[in-house]
């Protein structure tokens, strides 16, 4: 059996394809709410961003967010993703202390 490629996904803040695993997912739902979605399986069009405030941010400027989403995200919402974006990014960190 060959190993399956992992599914890359392109993150709409820099641009570059990773592992769909390792970006965060924001996803619109079918309600019309624009979350993260740190589970990677909620319903909805999503949109996908490495685990990096940085591109978090370059997406917003970009609009791309609303791009991809095909929403309009008031300051509000942006607000309210990026206290969620930085929680999911934080609480995934666990295996990054460098073995010391
Ligand atoms: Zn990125």
């Known amino acids: 059996m060959k190993p399956r490629k992992p599914p890359l996904r392109t993150c709409v803040g820099c641009g570059a ?4 695993r390792t970006l965060v997912r924001v996803v ?25 405030v940085a591109c ?15 929403v ?9 993703l990026r206290r969620e974006f930085e929680r999911v990014v934080d609480s995934g960190r666990d295996d990054s202390r460098d073995g010391r």
Do not use: M, S, W
């Open 56 to 70: 978090f941010e370059a997406a917003v400027r970009k609009k791309r967010f609303a791009h991809a989403l095909r």
């Open 72 to 80: 309009n995200l008031t300051e509000d919402d942006v607000e309210r």
């Open 28 to 52: 619109r739902t079918p309600e019309g709410y624009v979350i993260v979605d740190p589970t990677g399986k909620a319903n909805g069009r999503g949109a996908y961003v490495c685990p990096d």
């Open 17 to 20: 394809e990773a592992d769909k």
